[in-house]
């Protein structure tokens, strides 16, 4: 249908070079947009560029440098266009230990690159497409934003956050035309979640709370991105999507 082309159209994906961003990038590219990727890590982002079909540019930044986040904004808008989809992907969670147990650099390291660097590229990729009165925002959240999840209460946090940031900027920023919208995803496979998913135990358990039994894949939570920045989707913002088997209605 046409009004899932988004051919032409510059889209940005941050943490864009593997895992759920990996396939994001994907979509959009084979949905037509021209799609600049970033993260952390030059060598990821090259091999990403290099499997992916279509008009793809990479730009390493750090999402919680306010410098770094000021660069990709000025490179992709000067080399690749003026950016029309911003997809705030990129994400950690590396801790996995109670609150009282947590220190506050940890708590730091989540609220930085969940949050702040959410809150970054927003505002940089936003007042752009405020200028225009064009844009479509889509941020990765997590059911932990909806259900909570144990030992990880900074990003339960973070991700909460990110919701409320969303439903605050559509009220401000929707007669301005630019759209701001969320997919939660529940537990999904991932390079990141190889771990988990070799892990029978955990995994076991997880499948269990889950009502459709299984873990997501990865073009599971792309297909809701792809929609949001989509006409399809042209009078949704401050909206969540949930693609998680089911898990957030238990």
């Known amino acids: 249908m046409t009004v899932f082309d988004l051919s032409g159209r510059v889209s940005v994906v941050t943490g864009g070079g593997r895992g759920i961003g990996l396939e994001i990038s994907r979509s959009l590219a084979a ?12 060598k990821t982002l090259d091999a990403a560029k290099a499997d992916i079909e279509g008009d793809v540019f990479g730009f390493p930044a750090d999402v ?129 979640t190889a771990g988990l998913s070799a892990n029978d135990a955990l995994r076991t358990k997880i499948e269990t709370r889950t009502p459709m039994g299984r873990l997501g894949d990865s073009d599971e939570i792309s297909g809701a991105v792809v929609y949001l920045a989509s006409d399809a989707a042209k009078y949704v913002t401050g909206a969540t999507i949930a693609v998680d088997g089911g898990w957030i209605a238990t």
């Open 64 to 192: 919680s440098s306010e410098e770094d986040v000021r660069q990709l904004v000025e490179h992709t808008e000067a080399t690749v266009g003026p950016v029309e989809i911003l997809v705030n992907n990129a994400g950690v969670n590396p801790y996995y230990k109670r609150t009282e147990h947590t220190t506050l650099d940890e708590w730091r390291h989540i609220i930085d690159v969940n949050l702040n660097g959410v809150f970054l590229c927003t505002r940089e990729f936003g007042s752009k497409m405020l200028e225009r009165q064009k844009g479509s925002i889509v941020n990765v959240t997590s059911v932990a934003a909806h259900t909570g999840l144990s030992r990880t209460g900074a990003y339960c946090a973070a991700k909460a956050g990110v919701e409320g940031l969303a439903k605050s900027l559509a009220q401000d920023w929707a007669s301005k035309n630019v759209r701001v919208n969320n997919v939660a995803p529940g537990y999904v496979k991932t390079d990141l």
């Open 31 to 42: 949905a037509g947009a021209r799609v600049m990727i970033t993260g952390r890590q030059a």
